[in-house]
Every structure is written in structure tokens, then in C-alpha cells.
């Protein structure tokens, strides 16, 4: 219950990702100002925020700050978390806490060796450079393109390689003068914006394993395919893929007609191998019975054909399906064991008869033929209801309040995405 008001409200709070904050609505960036492209673009995407209408972008940039704007950008920041908390100065009621946790899982911006991580402390031109260097293709960048620039001895000899790397890939900003790094300098916010921008936009520069991309399920070892597309605004799911859904109520294929209504639920967050939520705890699907196949004789159970159409996420935001169960045919029946069972009920029933039978045949004309009797009466009751509930008609489907299953999506399926909540 806990994850599921979580998710709900995580979705809740996300929900506006697919309608963004347009930079006109900015009320200290002029369309003159020297950043205003770059800071439209990470307020339109919601990369960084705005306070009151206004950007701020003379201020100052605190590493919690980057790093949730770099999560965002990388479309990482609702990875669960997976990790334990061993930063001294980062507390589970700080607002920071998840990201500087996913932070860490992933290994982008990394903490210092006495287990702090210093939330607060601002962002400096270089260690911005570093951080970019870090999670971008790796090269062997020429020094001698740091000689261009006026102030390039005052570059920490651990910033030299990371300023070239990103100098050659276009991911750095030397306003106002052209000639300058100034490597030791504050970050800006708007400064941040320019290089957030950049990178968002080389964002194939970014190594596979801090960046949106292809993801996987692994809910079933068959699944014909287990690749999720994740992006900055939505999940792809591509067909082929297998999920699990489980019963909201009991089902009864007796009790039920073609045409009827089946809701199933996700019993816990669907997410990825990689961490990314797709379905929230507490998901609904939407199915209907399409056909429904009585049981015949010879033991030929009941065929159940259902279709999910849609899932309604915790936050009223609808996703258009096309699923069904992950079987040969699509087809919802009693297992093999259920099937056994009911075999093992006739045999063991039509051996007690028997062995009734037995005892009497074998008292009526001489109570000593009663050991013999019941070595007869037995197997022979035994076989004959067996070879009875081989030939009697097969069971109704019937499913518990909670009882899961997987489906196999038919088509490619857009899933919104939704912020993770610890």
C-alpha cells in the first residue's frame, strides 16, 4: 500500500512532463539575453525550474542541483533506487535524497572519500567539465587545444583532460569572452543551462550506461522480445514484450460471457532490469472477454480468450494496449496440476469403490476371500475411475482475487513516464 500511494503521488507530480512550461512565461530572460535559447530549451523540458516566473540565471548552481538537472537530462531520474545511503551529510527526509542516491548507483557524480557528499557546495566551471568528461565517450583529447585560450595555465592539472575532451565535443561555455575558460569560476545557473542544452542535444555522445536507451524486461525467459525505449517524455514498449498482471476479483469462466469486463492490476511497480518504472503498483488494465470455450468431454477444459485494451496508471493517465495471455494460443485454462488433481479424485474415489465393492463380493461367499477381494476390487475401481474422469467433461476456469498472469503485448505500446518515489 505504502509503494502504491507513493507511485501514485511520484505519478502525480510527473504528470505535467508531457506538457511543458513554455519560456514565455520567463520574466527575467529577454530574448536577447546571451543564453536565452539554451535556457528555454531546459525549462521547456523541465530540465531546470523556474521560482516565482523567473529563471535566475545569475545565480549560483549547488551539486544537488546538477546532478538532478544532469538526471533528467540522461532521463534517469526515476531509476529505483537500489542502493544504500552512505553519505553522512544526506539524510532520507532531504528533498535530494533520491537523486543523489541514483547519482551514486550509477556513478555519475561520485562523493568524496570521507563518505560526504556536500550537497550544497556550488558547482565550479571545472568540476562541471569533469562531470561531462566522466559520462561521455571516452578519447584521448590533444592538450594543445586548451593553449588556445588565455587563461588555460590556470587549469587544475586533474581539469586538463576532461576541458579538452569536452572542448572537442562542443559541451562547455566560455562566455563572455571567447578566450576564456575561466576553469575556476562559480557555474551559473544560466551557464548550466548552456551546457545542459548542449549536452542533451549530443546526447549520443553520452556512454550507454548513464543515458536513456534501450532497456529490458525479464518477466519470462520466452518472451519473444525484452526491449524498452526510454526517453525523456515516455517508455516504448515494444511487442513481444511479457508482463505480469494479477486478478482485481475472482473469475469464473461459468459465471462469465463473451463480451464481460476483466480488470487486472500490477501487484507491484513493472519496472525494468535497469530500475525504470513502467507500470506503478497499482496500474489497472482493461480487459474483455472476447470468447469463452465450455468445457467439452474427454476431459477438454474450459478456454478463456480475454484481451487487455488499456491501463490506467495511478495518476488517472491512460495507455493504450493490445495484450493477451502469454499461453500457445492466447488462452486463459486450468493447468496441467488442476487437470491431475481432478484425475487423481476419480481414481482414488473409483479405487475406494472398488475396494468396497470388493470387500462385500468377497464376504458374501467366504469371509476368508477378503484380502482377495480387496486386491481386486481396488485396482479395478482405481482404473475405472480413472478411464471415468478421462472421459467426463473438463474444468471451468476459475482464478483468485490476486491470482497472476502474464500477457504478451500484440503491438508497440507508449507508456507516460512517471517520477520514482522511495
Request: glycine residues 8%; charged residues 25%; aromatic residues 8%.
Amino acid at each position: 500500500m505504502k509503494k502504491m500511494m507513493l507511485g501514485l503521488m511520484a505519478c502525480g507530480l510527473f504528470a505535467t512532463t508531457l506538457a511543458p512550461a513554455f519560456a514565455a512565461n520567463i520574466a527575467d530572460v529577454s530574448s536577447s539575453y546571451w543564453a536565452s535559447k539554451e535556457i528555454n530549451a531546459v525549462v521547456e523540458d523541465e530540465i531546470m525550474t523556474l521560482d516565482g516566473g523567473k529563471f535566475n540565471p545569475e545565480g549560483t548552481v549547488q551539486r544537488v542541483d546538477f546532478v538532478s538537472a544532469l538526471l533528467k537530462v540522461l532521463s534517469n531520474d526515476n531509476l529505483d533506487v537500489r542502493i544504500s545511503n552512505i553519505f553522512t551529510d544526506v539524510n532520507a527526509s532531504d528533498y535530494f535524497y533520491g537523486d543523489v542516491l541514483r547519482s551514486q548507483q550509477l556513478g555519475l557524480v561520485y562523493g568524496y572519500p570521507d563518505n560526504t557528499f556536500k550537497p550544497h557546495k556550488l558547482m565550479t566551471r571545472a568540476e562541471t567539465q569533469s562531470v561531462i568528461s566522466h559520462i561521455t565517450q571516452d578519447m584521448d583529447p590533444d592538450l594543445a587545444v586548451l593553449d588556445k585560450f588565455s587563461d588555460a595555465k590556470s587549469i587544475p592539472a586533474w581539469a586538463q583532460k576532461p576541458f579538452a575532451k569536452t572542448l572537442n565535443y562542443g559541451i562547455y561555455v566560455n562566455y563572455p569572452n571567447a578566450d576564456e575558460l575561466r576553469p575556476n569560476d562559480i557555474l551559473s545557473r544560466a551557464e548550466a543551462a548552456v551546457i545542459l542544452a548542449r549536452l542533451q542535444d549530443k546526447i549520443g555522445l553520452v556512454k550507454s550506461e548513464f543515458r536513456d536507451g534501450v532497456q529490458h524486461l525479464s518477466y519470462a525467459k520466452k518472451a519473444p522480445n525484452n526491449e524498452v525505449k526510454v526517453t525523456r517524455r515516455a517508455n516504448y514498449l515494444s511487442e513481444g514484450n511479457v508482463i505480469p498482471v494479477a486478478f482485481a476479483d475472482k473469475f469464473k469462466s461459468d459465471k462469465s460471457a463473451a463480451g464481460d469486463s476483466v480488470v487486472f492490476v500490477a501487484k507491484e511497480n513493472i519496472s525494468t532490469d535497469e530500475g525504470t518504472v513502467i507500470f506503478p503498483e497499482g496500474t489497472k488494465f482493461n480487459a474483455t472477454i472476447n470468447e469463452i470455450q465450455d468445457p467439452k468431454w474427454f476431459n477438454k477444459n474450459a478456454r478463456v480468450y480475454a484481451e487487455i485494451t488499456s491501463a490506467e496508471l495511478p495518476c488517472g493517465k491512460k495507455v493504450d494496449l493490445n495484450a493477451k495471455p502469454f499461453t500457445k494460443r492466447y488462452e486463459l485454462k486450468e493447468g496441467p496440476w488442476m487437470t491431475a488433481g481432478k484425475l487423481a479424485l476419480y481414481t482414488v474415489t473409483g479405487g475406494a469403490v472398488g475396494t468396497g465393492a470388493g470387500i462385500g463380493l468377497a464376504f458374501i461367499p467366504d469371509p476368508v476371500r477378503l484380502g482377495r477381494g480387496i486386491a481386486i476390487g481396488a485396482p479395478v475401481g482405481a482404473t475405472v475411475g480413472l478411464a471415468t474422469g478421462l472421459i467426463t467433461k473438463g474444468l471451468h476456469y476459475h482464478a483468485k482475487d490476486g491470482e497472476e498472469i502474464k500477457v504478451i503485448l500484440l503491438k508497440d505500446a507508449e507508456v507516460a513516464r512517471v517520477k520514482n518515489a522511495l
